[in-house]
Every structure is written in C-alpha cells, then in structure tokens.
C-alpha cells in the first residue's frame, strides 16, 4: 500500500487505541520500561511502524550497513494493527524500543502519559538543524521533545499534460484565480470537462476531497486558522471552512468541469481514486489533484512523470502569487526505551546521512533539509523535497489525519460524499462537526 494510504485506512483504529488505553488496567504503566537514560543496551533495538511489503525490505536495507558499523541489529516489525496494538504494547509494559508513529496524535497521547521517553540532545540538535519549526511541533508534546520527523509525503500537486498546456496556449496558474481562469479556458478550447477526479476508496470513501478542502482553509484562512480547526477551536460550521468548501466546489461542483471521462458529478464518488491515472495519461482528461504517491498510478498507467516528459504536475497554488503553504504527511520516531544503543538508532534516524541513504535506494522521501534531491529518481519526488525544504514553506500535517477517528475518518468522509451528492455545504458541515466527541 502506498505511503499516503494506510493512514487513511487505519486512522480508527488509531482513535479506538486512545480510548482503549485510557480505560486500560495498570498492568504496565508509564515509562515501565526498565532502563536508565544512556545505560548500556544488549546490541538489539526492535522498532515497530506501519510500514510494511517493499517499503519495509527499502527501510531495512536504508540501515544495513550502519548496523554493521556499529554493532547494533535493528529487528524491524510492521502491522497494520500498529495503531491498536501500540498502545496496548505499551500499558502491558511489552513496548518496542522504538515506534514509528504515522500519527502525531498518537504519539502525543503516549508521550502524555509518560510511556514515550525524552528525545536525546543529539536529536533534538539535528532536528533543530535539519528540520523547520513546522515539523518539529510535530513530536514536541508541552514543550517537551519526543520525536524527530521520519519520512515525508507532499499533497496538493494537479498534474497535467505539459504538450496539451503547450498546444492550448496555456502556462501553469500562480494564483487560484489563476487556477478557475485556467480551468475555464480549457473547457473552452476543448469542450469537455478539464478536471478528473475519484473520492472511491472502499471504507475510506471521501478522503481525496479532504485533501482538497485542506489545501483550500491553508491556503485561504492561514496556518493559525489551520491548527485551531484541527484542534476544534474553529468548528467545521465557522465561516472560514465554509469559504474553503465553496471555493472547492467551484470547480468539484461545476458539471461543466467534471468529471472528464467518467460522468457527472455524483460519479466522483464512485469513481476509485487511482483509476484517474489513465485518463490523464491519454488526454481524456487535463488536470487532476492528487498526492505526490500518484506518480506510481501514472507509471503504471502507461506515462512518464517528468517536466520534460508525458505528466508533470504544480502545487495548487496560493490566494496570492508568491504563497508556499503545502499539506502533507509523514511519521515521527518516538522510544520506549533510553539505553544507549536505542539512543544511537534515534540519532542516526534523524541525521541527513540515513535519509540520504533512504532517498537513494528509491525507499521514500524526507523533508530533512540536508537531503540531496539529485539523489531521488523520481523527478516529482525531488521536486517534493525541494519544497519541503524551502524554508518559505509552511507545512501542515493533514488535517484530518489529526483529527479523532469519529470524524477525520468518518463524518469528515462521509460529508465529503454527501457533498458531491448534493447536499448544501451547510447542511454537511454541521453533519460534519456533530461527529466531534463531546470531551
């Protein structure tokens, strides 16, 4: 499963956890772990995470030889059920050394009731060199630091077909006036729709157009406004979210717009998100939003992604030209443990020489600012890397993924459908803030 998928899938599972480990026995209780800070390890450091098949055989191979260097065997688990079984790893006193949380919330939780332990100098000093303010908040829990950042996913990109841009006479918008200009004049030119797009996903139906609604409070009501809505202090029903899914639906909502190649709108629902990739690999359809992890759909759909080449893609631009605001995801490394080998394995984890050795075997990308994007050979991927790494960028982590389960993955979903079938924007963002648990 792609990296910005299984959070998507498991992300109720992670909420279910919390609530399972506030009611849990104190069988184990906090910071049961038994070593001392820096004391000495036994050579093993076991670290559990989320990321499985292909990604796990790159995370593995990323750390190979430093194992070797420095005597220490890093014994890897994934699970699907990570986010379950974390928490009731920890309260049973059984934990890893090291956990790999695709979550911030989860590890805040974990870290709020002493189960994660302090991060050492030595990594909060590489994060405060290689990493933005941004992420650091990320794995810093009342003003303590637990984690750094791990790897990085980068969402908003609208790929399109830079020959059809050529041929139409159009450049890519700066602005997202720019962007409705833009998609108008295509509908002109051609006749059809110019936007494809697919909210199918199974259970998680719905989650593509969350993205675009993040992109859009981001983008229109800013940073601040931002992290209050995650955190509820702006509810869904605020004027600001309203704004933000007016403006989506601009385009989303327009009949003349979408959905090329597949129907009405209402077939945004049921169209499965990854089958737009073929569409826009043969022209049936000019520009889609997706993630950076789309370029793999596009591969196997039959295209190259490249500036030069059948695809490429631009970030859904600003309000105002100029703007470098970005939705995103990734994970955070949080321990159970202080001995020193486990200190040693966080260390290395946060330092530009592990993420280069990452990118460089095609096992992800970081937003570690001392990653050589000329090592990736994905060209969008190292475009990715270079806007996580500009430091005018602001970074949010997706906002549903911080969220409660009861409604990042569920009401937010299921009014993100509701939506695109036609329900006033009233009507599902009051839906939507009624799945808010009451405390």
């Known amino acids: ?11 109720p599972i992670a909420m279910a956890a919390i609530a399972g480990l506030a009611l849990a026995g104190c069988s184990g209780g906090p910071g049961s772990t038994a070593n001392d800070a820096g004391a000495e390890g036994d050579g093993v450091v076991t670290v559990y995470s989320t990321i499985a098949d292909f990604e796990a055989e790159q995370l593995e191979k990323s750390w190979a030889d430093w194992e ?28 890893p050394d090291i956990g790999i949380f695709p979550q911030p919330g989860l590890l805040a939780d974990l870290a709020s009731r002493g189960f994660i332990k302090k991060a050492p100098a030595a990594v909060e ?30 969402k908003g990109f609208i790929w399109f077909s830079p020959a059809k841009f050529a041929e139409w006479g159009v450049e890519v918008p700066e602005t997202w006036d720019d962007l409705l200009a833009l998609t108008k004049t295509i509908q002109e030119k051609t006749g059809t729709a110019p936007w494809c797009a697919g909210f199918g996903s199974g259970d998680a139906t719905g989650w593509p157009g969350t993205d675009w609604v993040e992109d859009l409070v981001l983008r229109q009501a800013g940073p601040d406004v931002y992290d209050q809505w995650v955190a509820n202090e702006v509810p869904f029903t605020d004027p600001a979210i309203a704004e933000a899914f007016d403006s989506v639906g601009e385009i989303l909502l327009n009949p003349a717009y979408v959905n090329a190649g597949f129907g009405d709108v209402k077939s945004i629902n049921s169209t499965p998100f990854g089958d737009v990739a073929a569409p826009i690999v043969d022209g049936t ?32 631009p600003s ?28 260390e290395y984890l946060s330092t530009p020489e592990w993420a280069n050795s990452l990118v460089s075997i095609g096992g992800g990308i970081s937003a570690n600012n001392g990653v050589d994007p000329d090592l990736v050979d994905s ?30 993955a569920g009401t937010f979903f299921k009014g993100i459908v509701s939506w695109v079938n036609g329900t006033p924007t009233s009507e599902v963002l009051t839906s939507i803030e009624a799945g808010w648990p009451s405390s």
């Open 379 to 408: 060209p969008i991927l190292a475009e990715s890397i270079r806007i996580l790494q500009d430091p005018d960028t602001t970074f949010r982590f997706d906002a549903s993924d911080l969220m409660p389960g009861a409604v990042g």
């Open 1 to 11: 499963m792609r990296p910005s998928l299984h959070r998507r899938i498991t992300a």
């Open 285 to 316: 359809c000019a520009l889609t939003h997706q993630a950076s992890f789309f370029d793999g759909f596009l591969g196997d759909a039959g295209g190259k992604v490249g500036p030069d080449s059948d695809i490429w893609a631009f970030m859904t």
């Open 68 to 95: 070797k260097d420095n005597n220490i065997d890093i014994q890897y688990e994934s699970s699907k059920e990570f986010e379950s079984q974390i928490s009731i790893r920890a309260q049973g006193g059984n934990p």
């Open 125 to 154: 000093a590489n994060v405060d060199e290689y990493w933005s303010a941004d992420w650091k908040a990320y794995g810093t829990v009342d003003d303590v630091f637990y984690g750094a950042p791990f790897k990085a996913n980068l």
């Open 319 to 346: 309000i105002e030209a100029g703007g470098q605001a970005v939705t995103g995801g990734g994970e955070i490394v949080g321990a159970f443990a202080d001995d020193a080998d486990t200190q040693a394995v966080q």
